[in-house]
């Protein structure tokens, strides 16, 4: 299917996102189909970005969990990982209300954004590089609406290296670690370079293992907030 009819227009001044039915992954669109079917009552489509586009920080993750945002709608809305980020943007101001892990609670984001690499579910959580490129023109449009962008957080390796292809530099040149902070050769609207901070995924997984702990990645977006305040 042509990029074009996989595609539609967002709101007013919204980017470009894939339609309900988008089929240029064939492998993750079969998933999308299967969990119609055993769910008919789950969200089950690429998920959208959350968040005012006039956020000065885009926090940039992998892909819609099966029982989280595939479900939901929401980006990290309904599991582990979005107890973890949420719970932290509350904390820091950067976002408001109550989150009960359901798309029509009360949280709304206030100072930051969220988008996926990856707009649909992939098996087992991990997309394949041919569907992360195939996804990466999404984020691509993402990031050239932003008017206020300053600042970027990405959400474990995959993140980090889609964000930087996105915004056309080579991954091998600003190396993802943990807590690192990359000031990019590349001017965000204000006319000022656009500094990108890494994190490991809010994952379950990495959470249980004390890869990262609450504290850890606490300090990652008081890092970042210091760059918008």
Same mark, same amino acid.
């Given at each position: 299917?042509?990029?074009?009819?996989?595609?539609?227009?967002?709101?007013?001044?919204?980017?470009?996102?894939?339609?309900?039915?988008?089929?240029?992954?064939?492998?993750?669109?079969?998933?999308?189909?299967?969990?119609?079917?055993?769910?008919?009552?789950?969200?089950?489509?690429? @998920?959208?970005?959350?968040?005012?586009?006039?956020?000065?920080?885009?926090?940039?993750?992998?892909?819609?969990?099966?029982?989280?945002?595939?479900?939901?709608?929401?980006?990290?809305?309904?599991?582990?990982?979005?107890?973890?980020?949420?719970?932290?943007?509350?904390?820091?101001?950067?976002?408001?209300?109550?989150?009960?892990?359901?798309?029509?609670?009360?949280?709304?984001?206030?100072?930051?954004?969220?988008?996926?690499?990856?707009?649909?579910?992939?098996?087992?959580?991990?997309?394949?590089?041919?569907?992360?490129?195939?996804?990466?023109?999404?984020?691509?449009?993402?990031?050239?609406?932003?008017?206020?962008?300053?600042?970027? @957080?990405?959400?474990?390796?995959?993140?980090?290296?889609?964000?930087?292809?996105?915004?056309?530099?080579?991954?091998?040149?600003?190396?993802?670690?943990?807590?690192?902070?990359?000031?990019?050769?590349?001017?965000?609207?204000?006319?000022?370079?656009?500094?990108?901070?890494?994190?490991?995924?809010?994952?379950?997984?990495?959470?249980?293992?004390?890869?990262?702990?609450?504290?850890?990645?606490?300090?990652?977006?008081?890092?970042?907030?210091?760059?918008?305040?």
């Amino acid at each position: 299917m042509p990029a074009a009819s996989a595609a539609r227009s967002g709101p007013k001044g919204e980017p470009r996102q894939p339609s309900r039915d988008c089929s240029l992954c064939p492998r993750l669109a079969e998933t999308r189909a299967a969990l119609r079917l055993s769910h008919p009552d789950w969200f089950n489509a690429p @998920v959208p970005p959350l968040g005012p586009l006039e956020a000065p920080l885009l926090i940039v993750g992998l892909a819609p969990g099966r029982e989280g945002a595939n479900r939901t709608g929401r980006p990290f809305t309904g599991d582990w990982a979005g107890d973890l980020l949420f719970a932290t943007l509350l904390k820091l101001g950067l976002a408001e209300g109550v989150y009960e892990e359901r798309a029509d609670d009360s949280l709304r984001l206030t100072l930051c954004r969220i988008a996926n690499s990856v707009r649909c579910l992939p098996p087992a959580n991990k997309p394949l590089p041919a569907e992360i490129a195939t996804c990466r023109p999404f984020l691509e449009a993402e990031l050239q609406a932003l008017p206020r962008l300053r600042v970027l @957080v990405a959400l474990g390796r995959i993140a980090h290296e889609s964000a930087l292809r996105a915004l056309g530099l080579k991954p091998s040149a600003f190396p993802f670690g943990h807590g690192t902070r990359h000031v990019l050769p590349v001017e965000g609207p204000s006319g000022q370079p656009l500094h990108l901070f890494d994190s490991y995924h809010c994952s379950r997984y990495n959470t249980n293992t004390g890869r990262l702990t609450a504290p850890m990645f606490e300090a990652v977006f008081r890092a970042a907030l210091s760059e918008i305040q």
